[in-house]
């Protein structure tokens, strides 16, 4: 796996980033425009973590932490480039800037109907708390 490369979205990322996204990610976001994707990289310019194969998009992963909680969303790779350990790689550079940030518990988001998420997810460690709901208010 020495030909992928993973680094921190720019702003020149955005449109190729989402494009990404609707071929390689389940579901949409309210925050999945240009818009959105511009604040969070403006906000936190190390929270939106690009995999790259040969100068080729092949996964994201957003490590984000407040302060108090980290948390991962829009874990994906490309069908192309899956079953390669992009997802691993990924979460690892995510749970290293976390570690980094003084974190403590990585929360990450994932939608329940992706059976194949939850099996990647499952996979690197992590497990579903059945005793948390989210809760959410669109403004």
Known sequence: MSDLHIRCAVPADIDGVLRFWREAAEGTSISDDHDGVGRLIARDPEA??????LGVLAGTVIAGFDGWRCSAYRLAVHPAHRRQGIAT????????????????????????????????WGAAGYHREDHWRRWVKPL
């Open 48 to 53: 939106l973590l690009l995999a790259e194969r």
């Open 89 to 120: 790689a990924l979460l690892e550079a995510a749970e290293q800037r976390f570690a980094a940030l003084g974190g403590r518990r990585v929360d990450a988001m994932v939608l329940e109907a992706n059976e194949r998420a939850h099996h990647a």
